[in-house]
């Protein structure tokens, strides 16, 4: 599998001001550049995120649409066509019918298994590249940005 490299990237032009979104930018291209690399049967990573957000007891459209930043229209296509490739099922919520409810399939579960194992095995080598103990606390923050307490 190929590495996560973000010097495999284009330098940033001499002049660019390295701020955190373009360094994180920088990582996250890496990123899809080595997950593209990998065969995943068609799916991109918003498949990925989609499918990660469906519990096991399942989520309306509607309520998927929020953590997604997509409109209900637009999560209604990629369930459409995750359904049709067998990754989720579409079923009427128990209490009330008109509702759609996304339930990730066997063949769903297993793309987010190995999705999280390939995430893991990237984390690792961010890890290693700066120290566990760096990669603990960059993680914390990150962490602590992106989570705010509540």
Known sequence: MTPVKPSDLPPPPADAE?????LAGRLMQAVR??????DWGG?????FRLLSLVPREGIS?????????MTKQAVGQFVTGLEESGHVAVRPEPTDRRVRLVVRTPLGDAVVRR???????IERGWARQVGEQRY????????DLAVPAR
Not at 43 to 47: A, D, F, G, I, M
Request: no cysteine; proline share 2%; glycine share 0%.
């Open 18 to 22: 390295l701020h955190v979104l373009l």
């Open 33 to 38: 550049d080595t997950m593209a690399a990998e």
């Open 43 to 47: 799916l991109r990573q918003s498949h």
């Open 61 to 69: 459209i509607s309520d998927l649409a929020v953590p997604l930043a």
């Open 115 to 121: 999705v999280n194992t390939r995430i893991r095995r």
């Open 136 to 143: 603990d606390e960059i993680k914390a923050v990150l962490r």
